[in-house]
Every structure is written in structure tokens, then in C-alpha cells.
């Protein structure tokens, strides 16, 4: 069964730095590229990071640019998220997705889907 | 960065009824465009990719389209378990912006 499954979630003071993590299994995890998904209390998802697979190329949405950093372990089948500087904007429950390349017949080109999710892991940015 | 926008913000439907949410883009996304369903405590679920290509495993009651710029989600026979929030999804370009979501509650 294709399953993620995140860690590290926990309760943090502003400033503090947490290590998500996201272990992966039923899957070729070193072909797939990974992504970081949250949600802020009351709020909908938002994109945070995404790690290709192959040459490891990594981005970031701008409002966690140069404090997180995306990370990968093929050999242990896991997914990271280093936190740096973390404010209360940052509590959230952070989902990891795998990202495939979606086809549609309609078309020739295929697109990024996060086709298969974790179920979360909260973090609280709290004094 | 792409905004995407979302119609109705929530929607209160019965069993059995059809019902269409409505996700527009605030530029051209071409056809980088996903749905996924989201219940709380629970995995998001990827439903439709590419406007309307249903993900393998998802009931056929989900359908996805695009009438000029707006991209349509439509259930056509509302079940139980379908009632939760709907989010589009725009990849054309980084950030992969998500829309605000549509809640589907029980009347």
C-alpha cells in the first residue's frame, strides 16, 4: 500500500526551529519528486516546498523562503523539513504529498498532481 | 504569483443532489488544473487532474470541465462521505497556488 506518513510536529516558541519528517513506503520514493503542503488554523492549503526527484532541485513558497529547507533521504525513504525562525504564522498542520506527473489524453504535455498525501503532523508557534 | 478564486465559498446540498463548484484562475493556467477533496483529520485526496481527467480509483460521480476561464467541479449524485471541502489547484507555475476552498455541508 503507497502510504506517507509525517513526524515531528510538536509545540515551539517563536524563533525556535523544528525537523518534520515524512516516510514514505509502497512506492519507488527516489523517482518521485515531494512536496510540502500546509494548513493554518481557519485557513486553506498552502503550497510551502517541493524537491524533484533526479537532480534534487528544490523551491519554496515566499513566505517560508530562506527559512525552510527541503531535504531528501533515498536511501531511508524519507522526506524533511528543516523550520527555521518560526512564527506563530507557521502553526499549521503540515502535509507531505508525492508528486506525480499527471497524462490526460487530451493533451501532450503531462502536469505536477500531489496524487498521494499524508495525514499531517501540527505544529504550534506559541509562547 | 497566480490567484485562484472559488465559488460558492460553502454550499449546504442534501443526498442525491447535483451540485457544481466553480474555481477560476487570475491568469491563463491553460490546463493546470487539479481538484482535491478534503475532509478534516483525513489525507487530502486528489480527485481530477488536468480539468478533467478523474484520478484513477475516484467514482465516477466527480467530473471536472472549463466553460471559458472558469473550471467547474460538478458531483452528480452527492453521497454521504462526499460532504467536506473542495480545493482547486493551479501548477502552471510555482507557487502552486491553491484556491480558498468550498465547503460542502449537509441541509
Known amino acids: 500500500e503507497v502510504q506517507l506518513l509525517e513526524s515531528g510536529g510538536a509545540l515551539e516558541q517563536p524563533g525556535g526551529s523544528l525537523r518534520l519528517s515524512c516516510a514514505a513506503s509502497g512506492f519507488t520514493f527516489s523517482t518521485y519528486g515531494m512536496t510540502w503542503v500546509r494548513q493554518g488554523p481557519g485557513k486553506g492549503l498552502e503550497w510551502v516546498s517541493i524537491i524533484h526527484s533526479g537532480d534534487g532541485g528544490t523551491h519554496y513558497g515566499d513566505s517560508v523562503k530562506g527559512r525552510f529547507t527541503i531535504s531528501r533521504d533515498n536511501s531511508k525513504n524519507t522526506l524533511y523539513l528543516q523550520m527555521n525562525s518560526l512564527g506563530e504564522d507557521d502553526t499549521a498542520v503540515y502535509y507531505c504529498?508525492?508528486?506525480?506527473?499527471?497524462?490526460?489524453?487530451?493533451?501532450?504535455?503531462?502536469?505536477?498532481?500531489?496524487?498521494?498525501w499524508g495525514r499531517g503532523t501540527q505544529v504550534t508557534v506559541s509562547s | 504569483d497566480i490567484q485562484m478564486t472559488q465559488s460558492p465559498y460553502s454550499l449546504s446540498a442534501s443526498v442525491g443532489d447535483r451540485v457544481t463548484i466553480t474555481c477560476r484562475a487570475s491568469q491563463d493556467i491553460s490546463f493546470y488544473l487539479n481538484w482535491y477533496q478534503h475532509t478534516p483529520g483525513r489525507a487530502p485526496k486528489l480527485l481530477i487532474h488536468t480539468i478533467s481527467s478523474l484520478q484513477s480509483g475516484v467514482p465516477s460521480r466527480f467530473s471536472g470541465g472549463q466553460s471559458g476561464t472558469d473550471f467547474t467541479l460538478s458531483i452528480s449524485s452527492l453521497q454521504p462521505e462526499d460532504f467536506a471541502t473542495y480545493y482547486c489547484?493551479?501548477?502552471?507555475?510555482?507557487?502552486?497556488?491553491f484556491g480558498p476552498g468550498t465547503t460542502l455541508e449537509i441541509k
Open positions: 504529498a508525492r508528486v506525480s506527473s499527471c497524462y490526460s489524453s487530451a493533451w501532450d504535455t503531462p502536469q505536477w498532481c500531489f496524487d498521494v
Open positions: 489547484q493551479q501548477t502552471y507555475t510555482r507557487p502552486y497556488t
